[in-house]
């Protein structure tokens, strides 16, 4: 059980780059996301979301996939993120295929099966909709990217709303642990929909300008669109193969706050359990994390209740802080995937990125987070949390690969 | 992953088959005449309160009252960890919402289907039903779910032997998801009675629904159903390849075909899927007893929970169903291993173990 888990790829495209040096650049400029829906059919045009301005074929065609046939627009993300890992990890066609696959989503191919909801109920004949027949699978998404890329050993797909990606790095790395594979690509994919965005909305919880991750004045959050992949491997193939990790995973932790299907305790029990033991997995202090990769989704509630359990777990020495979700939006079950990949980047560039429109500290807290970039910042271990409907609250802690 | 033991110390099973009541097992096989199986239920308000009841979905009920039988079973014994899967979870909450959205062109919709339809809502509600913080998660990979989330449990009794999971599964038999996936010939076309899908080979099977969750521990009790050996699962294998995979599986368990007792397959009653598990069940399996269930429960992603609900059934009871009988051989003093091949749509291969427990 003292199988050390490392990271030796990873993939990343979101609304602020298709790759992950596009979303680095985007990151240290303080570049974001957030516009108004152009590609998305919805009346709720003038929502801010954090859209990838490219239409489903110019997606199948980045993920030069052009026949592309059955993949909806959460598959197309997927599949060009978790090619970015692979390519970044360089691995074989043999690797490739004896490596597991986990991948996370919210609601699968739901922006197909909304545009064809009757065509797909109704019609029996040929037409755009017969590609996506199952595609209210939320599995069909990972089948089909393993087929693609000729994924054997295992398919799985996890979803737990907006923590999802996290439970997905976390099963991977547990099947590592246990020697049931020795290379799992894990991550999350996540496509905007009317289905979430409506969703959210009918919840109140959308800002209807750029989100303000915990300022006082927050009043919500802004959706996004994205996916990133993580190559996961065990230390003995690593030592094998003579790859150079970009980053070490010390821990992880899983929580649930036993509270309500949409909101988190006030005094958010179950993100200070999933802090907790991300910790304690690892061995490692609050003191040594450098920097906090926060949930941040810019909600009333959520921001409230992952400040408190912060304090509460870092008391007078909170480590920087910042949530990310202003550049890329909330990308829901991609959002642990995704700033997981920031995290890395803030270890390898040691960096932190600036928690963007925040004005003013939230008066049940005494802490607030970064504004501006802090470079040669000295991070060792970065703690990342994703919190979600139905109580799921996940923390990932990441390490230099040194 | 070093072997070590884990047992099931308590069931409940809510299926189109009478089987919330743990004190008899299949007493009278339910019969369907259209090709849609749906599940007997108990009476709701033995299980949750009447003020609480009224906002839950027909599945979250299902879902919540299985895993409180499951936990009664288990003699109360707290989880410090709930594990789920589901194929298409609540499809009926988003097909709601969405018909909603496409009427009203996204207009002032409300919420409640929308809060219901993530496919966590009954890992979550369970966890605040009983209290349990502990580590929770849903897993949705269609054939692969189920298997998935017991995979995962047993991983985590292997760290640490203290814990207890709660591991379950729930899908609905929707109307939404019948009518799209029928268009794909996963259903019979012709109405099909249920207890005679093996008789008349066709495409398709039936669909089906149910919830099962089941207490697993590192430690035995008096209410043990049965041990859990060991799962795998093999994605989109050939015929070749997953038998010398089922070969291997049982090697690794220090078994031989021989050994298995009872072999119960996945086969849905639909030609284009069942060939391989029912040429390995010809080829390996003459011995043992074979048992069937797709037409006890239908077809769906996590039916492979209701054939680990009959396994331990069998086990703990001694007693074989004859309506799940495929074969005739001489009848064993003592039935000791269990072995399950499911299969969902000829591409998802799972095995599950069990022992006496």
Redesign the interface.
Known sequence: ?SQRIFITGFGAITSIGENVDENFQSLVEARCGIGKADVLE???RDMPVCEIKLHDRELLELAKAPGGKGFTRTATLGLIAVKEAIRSAELSRQEIHDSAFISA????G?RE??KY??Q?????GPGPWSQF??T?????H??RI??ELGI??????????CSSAA?AI??GA??I????VDRVICGGTEALS??TL??F???FILDKEHCKPFDEKRKGLNLGEGAAYLILESEQVVNRSRRKPVAELKGYG?????????ASSPEG??AW?AMLEALQSAHLDPVHVGYINAHGTATENNDLSEGLAIQKIFGDDVPHFSSTKPYTGHTLAAAGSIEAVFSILALRHQVVFPNLNFGQPMKELTISPVTGILRNAKIEYVLSNSF?????TSSLLLGSAA | MEKKSYFVNGVGVISPQYTFDNTVFLPQPQEYENTILKCVVPDFKAYIQPVQLRRLSRLLRIGLSAAITCLRDAKDEAPTGIITSTGYGFLDDTAKFLTELLQQDEKQLTPTHFMQSTYNALGGLVASHIQCTGYNTTYVSKGFAFETALCDALMRLNEDASQHFLVGSYDEADATQFAVNSKAGYYRAEPTNNLKLFERPAAGSLQGEGAAFFFISAHKTEQTWCSIKDTRMMYAPGEEELTSALIDFLLVNLLSAEDVDIFINGASGDVDHDGIINRIGERFFTKSEQLRFKHLCGEYCTASSFALWMGASVLKKQQIPGIARMNCVPEKASLKNVLIVNQYGGRDYTFILLERG
């Open positions: 059980m919805t009346v709720h989503t919210s609601t699968g739901i099966f909304e909801f009757y797909l109920q109704e019609n029996t027949r199952d209210a699978n939320p599995g069909d990972a089948e393993a087929d054997k050993k295992y398919v799985g797909t996890v979803s737990t709303a439970n976390m099963m547990q099947m642990k246990h020697q049931q009317k289905f409506n969703g909305n009918s919840l899983n929580a649930n706050d036993a509270f309500h299907q949409t029990t179950g359990k979600g409907f139905g109580g799921n």
